[in-house]
């Protein structure tokens, strides 16, 4: 079957790095998108990974690894407007189709 | 800037009723979409359109249909509104299968 895991919550403080992991299983894998969405709000693209490593954007940061189907998101120097749901989304079936997890919901605290 | 824009924010509808959502895209993408999302399930997808006039199912299909008439523009239909059909929906466009894809404002529908 087709899966996306990650954690339902996490909680930080500002100022802080965090990491949000990823472990999905797809027929087929093309790349794997992180989005940002803020509550009542639409998703918004953060970072693509289609190779293996470590995509480096300011202040946020993506890994891949297709061999163990693993992707984290990391976050550094938080910021209270950080605080959002992260989702991870895997591109599919060899077609431009995307299978979302559920999502995780990242809180920054003073 | 890519826009996609939704013709309602919120709709409350009566069960049994025809359901029309519309979304609009101004940047010339290929490929459109339609999800819907709720609480615990995440973004699920009910259909996808890769050209004018060309659509595919998606994971959640049952209920639904969808018309793409011109490139700019996907409607999702509800036939016949159910209140398990109560969610947010969400259209995206993107360029292709290695771009990302560009969300609405999204569209809370309550069918009571």
């Known amino acids: 079957g087709q899966n996306i895991d990650q954690p339902t919550e996490m909680t930080a403080t500002e100022g802080a790095i965090v990491q949000i992991n990823c472990t999905y299983q797809?027929?087929?894998?093309?790349?794997l998108f992180w989005y940002q969405q803020h509550a009542g709000e639409a998703p918004t693209f953060l970072s693509y990974?289609?190779?293996?490593g470590l995509e480096e954007k300011g202040r946020f940061s993506s890994f891949l690894s297709r061999s163990k189907g693993y992707s984290y998101l990391l976050l550094k120097e938080l910021q209270m407007k950080d605080s959002a749901s992260y989702l991870c989304?895997?591109?599919?079936?060899?077609?431009?189709?995307?299978?979302f997890g559920t999502g995780t919901r990242l809180q920054v605290f003073p | 800037d890519v826009k996609v824009t939704q013709s309602s924010r919120y709709l409350v509808k009566r069960t049994g009723e025809k359901v029309f959502l519309e979304c609009v895209q101004d940047?010339?993408?290929?490929?459109m979409f339609w999800y819907r999302q709720d609480p615990g399930l995440g973004l699920r997808l009910i259909y996808f359109s890769y050209d004018v006039k060309m659509k595919e199912k998606g994971d959640i299909p049952e209920g639904y249909s969808v018309s793409r008439e011109k490139k700019e523009r996907f409607s999702l239909i509800l036939e016949s509104a159910s209140t398990n059909q109560t969610s947010m929906y969400l259209c995206?466009?993107?360029?292709?299968?290695?771009?990302?894809?560009?969300f609405g404002p999204g569209t809370r529908l309550t069918v009571t």
């Open positions: 940047m010339d993408h290929e490929n």
């Open positions: 989304a895997v591109g599919r079936d060899n077609t431009d189709k995307l299978i």
């Open positions: 990974n289609v190779l293996d």
């Open positions: 797809t027929s087929g894998f093309n790349g």
């Open positions: 995206a466009s993107s360029l292709s299968i290695d771009y990302e894809q560009y």
